[in-house]
Every structure is written in structure tokens, then in C-alpha cells.
């Protein structure tokens, strides 16, 4: 039973708020409603997501032919250098930010967030530090030192792109910080009563481990940025050889974030796929607890495998060894994860819709990348292939692969509660099948690239590597054309399509209990927990004692919640089970 059913089946009024339809121009303004931050955030990152994915294919049009004859290798390495930093810093950490925005709230009982103008300033922050990249690129003065700005190229290249590029990053680390913040604040202070940590769905606790993280790594990387500002436009020296400076110590701080930053952009979406593959694979999620502390593993060991990125920096032996061995451990974790996600569908009912398609697309792409991660950690391989074509496709494979999957499987999975209507799925599985065919004809080839010896941020190259260069800018295009029909669907189906209902797919967590859109406030009184979030076709008991049909509240599984409102008791259940 779903908890809309509990709720009726109980004589618990249902949510009788109108939904919360809102003027086009509140997403435009300076909104705190948690709901309008969330699209806010979402229709801002995808449009990033475009430009960044125009960025992509001028790159590959450029490395289609061994020579430079579409841009000049200036103009190639400003186009690398802002994709890279679109991609992950106004993309997929922004994308994160905003499904945590909508679905915390709600999951927990939440009328908002615990700061809503601090998470509306959060936002606010994205727009102009993107604006700044791209503004860049249009006056001729862009960043083209590489999305890790080394120095000291990056002392060395253009002073005004470089320093664009650091306040624009500086900018877009303040709101992962106050976004973080937020988050944790409002899981730890916020949960209606009776809603304890074993009892939250998989989603914050993946929000939990993403958002200390956050706070411990982003700090690192803006002290790191700043010294490197001071060496470029005031004439320090603590990263420039030339003075006494060392560039390693800047990698050091900017690996202690960039590879945390690795799990800030792939936790969130962990976390979405552990509540779609339950939902429409109509089972129990297998090893809830094994998941949910596998992302604070996850979180905990992301601070200690930086240095992986600096084999080939001159780091002594003992450091290699050591992060060699806790780069492999962190494998572990993630391998609980994908374990558990295949037992949960292994004999559910699955339903192959958008949403599920993307996020069986999702496992298996990701083990792709997660193969590929531990064969980079062994020194001797990495040592080998570092800086080549191999890397780039590990890379992609992870977060292409993984993280904007997962964030396409998040769409159609809330798309119906965000806006009320259902996105078309024969559209959906167009987009899908694009998207996977684009994907790995994209990426795979780069493997074998990388095994050659093609070396990874250059515009010329050996023509030995030009066939296969071939291939991956033709699957280039296809992963352009495949954002058409999810566009058209998600513009057509938001103004037109058939309503959802408050419930669509039969969930059981909070959200869904709730009118779609969520009301202003989310719910007109908090909800009532009668379930545990993934009880799937669970026999209905109460602490082991099966309950009639005619109980007016059901609780089932392991993680399940019997609680009434304090000054509405439920004597006849008291009666009944004491009767019992």
C-alpha cells in the first residue's frame, strides 16, 4: 500500500492544499521556495549543459583530422579549458544541488529549507560566474591553461582569462559550501518526528555524505585559488619555481578538492538511483544499511585518495604506495552499491520506463568507469597511460556515464511531481537509446586511443589515431542530436502533457504524498509515517504481528514507522494489539 492509501485507509485527511502552481516570473526572481530554487537551479545547469556540450563537439570537430584545420591550437585549448570547467562546476555539482533542493524538504516533511534566502543567494551565485566564462570566450581572452590550471602554464598564459577563471570557480565553491550548509542543517534539524536516520530515504543519506564533503574539501581549493590569484596578478611566488615557489603543493590543494569533487558530482546521483530502481522494480531495496553507510565510506575515503592524480609529479614511493592501496579500497563501497542495486532488481517486476532505462543505463556504464579506475590506480598502469586518451575516457565514462545518466534517470523519475504531468515515454526511450549509442561510441574508442599512446589535451596528433578519432566525434554528434528529443519532451510534456496524479509510479517516500506540484508549503499539516520507504510488496506487520484488513494503519518492513499524531490517537489499534 502507499502511504496515500495508508493515510485514507487510516481516516487521516489528505493533502488538501491547492498544488503549487506559480507565475512564470517567480523563476525569474529571488525566490526562497525551496520548489522554485530546485527548477532554478535545473533549467539553469541544463542550459550550461548545452553550451558546454557545443564546446565538446567544436573540440572533437577539431581532433576529427590529425591536423590543426578547424581551430587554431590556441583557440582549442581555451574550447577544452572552459568545457571541462562548464561541465563539472555549473553542470553536474549545480544539477546535484538543485534535486537536493526539491527533494529534502519533502522526503523529510519539510515545510522549506532551515535558511531559504541563504539558499536563494546560493543560487544567485551560479548565473554570473557562468556568465563570466563564457564572457571570456567572447571578448578573446579565455582561460586555456585546462580545467586544472597548473601552474606555472597558467602563470604564464593569459593574465585577464585566468583570472576570470579563478573568481568565476571561487564563486561556484561559495555556493556548494552554502548549499552544503543548508543541506545538513535541514536534515539534522528538520525531520518530522518519528523520522529517524534509518528511516530517511537513500537520497539524503547521500546528501549527507555529499554535503561534508563539501564543506571539508571546497574550503581547501579556494585557499589554493586565491595564493595562485596573488601569484598572477600581484606577483607573489608561492606556486612559481621562478621565485622559490613550488607548483606541486598547488596540486596538492587542488586535488584535495578535485578528486573529492569526483564523488560531490557521482554521491547525489548514487542516491537517485536508490530510489528509482526500488520504485519501479517493486521491491525492497536490497542492503539499505550497507548503502546507506557505504556513502559515508565513500565520503570518508575521498579525502584520502588525492594524490592518485600525481604519480607522474615526482611524489615519493611511500606516498604512491599509500594511495595506491586506499584509491583501490574505495572501490569497495562503491561495489556494495552496484551489488545491491542488481539484488533489488534481480526477480522484481521491473518496469522498463525512461526512468529505469536510464538507470540500468546508469550501473552498467558506471562499472565501465569504475573498472577503469582501478586499473589507474595501480602505479605502474597509471605511470603508463597518464595524460592520454585512457584517462579521458575513464573520466567520461564516470561522470557521463554515471552522473548525467543518473541525472537524466532523476528527470523522469520527478519530472511528474515537479510538475504535475508525465513526461512521453516513446520520446524518453528515443532519448535514451541516443543517448547510450552517442556514449560509447564516444568514449569506448578513447580506451584503445589511450593504450597507443595518444596523448590527451593536444590538437594535433600521430595519423595512426585518425579512424578512431573518427568514430569518437561521429558519436560526438549522435550525444548532441540525443538532447533534441529530451528537450522538446520536456518543454511540450511541462505545457501539455497528461496530468500525473499526485502518485504516478506507487512511491513511498514522503514526497509523494503530496499534491504534484507540492503545495506552497509542501504539506497542509506533517505527514503521517505508515511505512518505511522501500516496502515493496512486504507482508503488512506491525512489530511482527500480521494486521487484519480492517486496521486503519499498516507499517511493514524493517524500516518501517507506526506513529499517530499526538493529539490524535489511534485507540483502536492500541485496543486491538493489546487485545492481541
Not at 18 to 25: L, Q, V
Not at 31 to 50: E, P, R, S
Not at 394 to 415: D, E
Not at 494 to 511: D, S
Request: charged letters at 10%; proline letters at 7%; glycine letters at 8%.
Amino acid at each position: 500500500m502507499t502511504q496515500a492509501q495508508v493515510q485514507e485507509k487510516a481516516n487521516i485527511p489528505a493533502q488538501t492544499e491547492e498544488p503549487g502552481i506559480r507565475h512564470w516570473r517567480d523563476y525569474f526572481t529571488f525566490n526562497t521556495d525551496h520548489k522554485v530554487i530546485a527548477i532554478q537551479y535545473l533549467v539553469t545547469t541544463f542550459i550550461f549543459y548545452c553550451i558546454g556540450g557545443v564546446l565538446a563537439d567544436l573540440v572533437r570537430t577539431e581532433l576529427r583530422t590529425p591536423d590543426t584545420d578547424f581551430v587554431t591550437p590556441e583557440v582549442y585549448n581555451s574550447l577544452f579549458t572552459l568545457h571541462a570547467t562548464i561541465m563539472i562546476f555549473l553542470w553536474i555539482v549545480p544539477a546535484g544541488a538543485g534535486f537536493a533542493n526539491f527533494l529534502i524538504p519533502l522526503m523529510i516533511g519539510a515545510k522549506d529549507m532551515a535558511f531559504p534566502r541563504l539558499n536563494a543567494v546560493a543560487f544567485w551565485m551560479i548565473p554570473p560566474a557562468g556568465l563570466l566564462l563564457i564572457a571570456s570566450l567572447v571578448v578573446g581572452d579565455a582561460p586555456d591553461a585546462g580545467w586544472t590550471s597548473y601552474p606555472p602554464l597558467s602563470l604564464v598564459t593569459g593574465q585577464v582569462g585566468e583570472g576570470i577563471w579563478i573568481l568565476s570557480v571561487l564563486l561556484l565553491g561559495t555556493s556548494s559550501i552554502l548549499g552544503a550548509i543548508n543541506f545538513l542543517v535541514t536534515m539534522l534539524k528538520m525531520r518530522i518526528p518519528g523520522l529517524g536516520f534509518l528511516q530517511l530515504p537513500l537520497f539524503c543519506w547521500a546528501m549527507l555524505a555529499t554535503s561534508a564533503l563539501t564543506l571539508v574539501s571546497t574550503p581547501v581549493l579556494a585557499a589554493g585559488l586565491i595564493l595562485l590569484s596573488f601569484d598572477l596578478l600581484a606577483g607573489t611566488t608561492f606556486f612559481n619555481p621562478t621565485g622559490g615557489g613550488d607548483p606541486v603543493v598547488y596540486q596538492h590543494m587542488f586535488w584535495f578538492y578535485s578528486h573529492p569533487a569526483v564523488y560531490i558530482m557521482i554521491l547525489p546521483f548514487f542516491g537517485a538511483i536508490s530510489e528509482v530502481i526500488p520504485v519501479h522494480s517493486r521491491k525492497p531495496i536490497f542492503g539499505y544499511k550497507a548503502i546507506a553507510y557505504s556513502s559515508l565510506a565513500i565520503s570518508f575515503l575521498g579525502l584520502i585518495v588525492w594524490a592518485h592524480h600525481m604519480f607522474t609529479s615526482g611524489v615519493p614511493g611511500w606516498l604512491r604506495m599509500f594511495f595506491m592501496i586506499t584509491t583501490m579500497i574505495i572501490a569497495v563501497p562503491t561495489g556494495i552499491k552496484i551489488f545491491s542495486w542488481l539484488a533489488t532488481m534481480w526477480g522484481g517486476k521491473i518496469r522498463l520506463n525512461s526512468a529505469m532505462l536510464f538507470a540500468i543505463g546508469f550501473v552498467g556504464t558506471f562499472v565501465i568507469g569504475g573498472i577503469s579506475g582501478v586499473m589507474l590506480a595501480a602505479v605502474p598502469f597509471d605511470i603508463h597511460v597518464h595524460d592520454t586518451y585512457f584517462v579521458v575516457a575513464h573520466l567520461h565514462y564516470v561522470l557521463f556515464g554515471g552522473s548525467v545518466l543518473g541525472i537524466y534517470s532523476a528527470i523522469y523519475h520527478w519530472f511528474p511531481k515537479m510538475t504535475g504531468r508525465m513526461l512521453n515515454e516513446f520520446w524518453g526511450k528515443v532519448h535514451f537509446a541516443l543517448t547510450i549509442i552517442g556514449l560509447n561510441m564516444t568514449f569506448l574508442p578513447m580506451h584503445k586511443l589511450g593504450m597507443m599512446g595518444m596523448n590527451r589535451r593536444v590538437a594535433q596528433y600521430d595519423p595512426q589515431f585518425t579512424f578512431l578519432n573518427e568514430i569518437c566525434t561521429y558519436g560526438a554528434y549522435i550525444l548532441a542530436v540525443s538532447t533534441f528529443p529530451f528537450i522538446i519532451n520536456a518543454i511540450w510534456s511541462w505545457m501539455y502533457g497528461p496530468k500525473a496524479g499526485n502518485n504516478p509510479w506507487n512511491a513511498l517516500t514522503l514526497e509523494w504524498m503530496t499534491t504534484s506540484p507540492p503545495a506552497i508549503e509542501n504539506f497542509d499539516k506533517p505527514p503521517v509515517l505508515a511505512t518505511g520507504p522501500y516496502d515493496y510488496g512486504l507482508e503488512n506487520t506491525t512489530k511482527g504481528v500480521p494486521l487484519s484488513s480492517g486496521d486503519p494503519v499498516l507499517s511493514a518492513g524493517p524500516n518501517s514507522v507506526l506513529r499517530a499524531e499526538p493529539d490524535e490517537p489511534y485507540p483502536a489499534i492500541t485496543a486491538e494489539k493489546e487485545e492481541r
